[in-house]
């Protein structure tokens, strides 16, 4: 099993940044992959983006990319979203995921969630 544990999440003016944090527990060496996900009131769960637990290859979602940047601090089993320029649009619960398999796609095969953490963007 593996635990994971979201921080930082909070409300924060449009143009600002926030760095959400993802710790993960237990059986982290059985990783392969990690995401973040987000979910806004009404809508799907979607992907946001992901880092491969050994070799930190990225992905993201393609509306994100250049302003969300995914990283891991190996010795804190740690996963970070920094987020920038953040927009009104940008406000959901955010999710970290974390899967045991190897799935081509970056965004399924997520057996391992945590419990989320809110992030609002005010106009």
């Known amino acids: 099993q593996v635990q994971l544990v979201e921080s930082g999440g909070g409300m924060v003016q449009a143009g600002g940044s926030l760095r959400l944090s993802c710790a993960a527990s237990?059986?982290?060496?059985?990783?392969?992959?990690m995401g973040w996900f987000r979910q806004a009131p009404g809508k799907e769960r979607e992907f946001v983006s992901a880092?491969?637990?050994?070799?930190?290859?990225?992905d993201y979602a393609a509306s994100l990319k250049g302003r969300f940047t995914i990283s891991r601090d190996n010795a804190k089993n740690t996963v970070y979203l920094q987020m920038n320029s953040l927009k009104p649009e940008d406000t959901s619960v955010y999710y970290c995921?974390?899967?045991?398999?190897?799935?081509?796609?970056?965004?399924?095969?997520?057996?391992?969630w945590g419990q989320g953490t809110q992030v609002t963007v005010s106009s």
């Open positions: 237990g059986r982290t060496f059985s990783i392969y992959r």
């Open positions: 880092i491969t637990w050994h070799d930190l290859r990225t």
């Open positions: 995921a974390a899967t045991n398999s190897d799935y081509v796609s970056p965004s399924r095969g997520y057996a391992y």
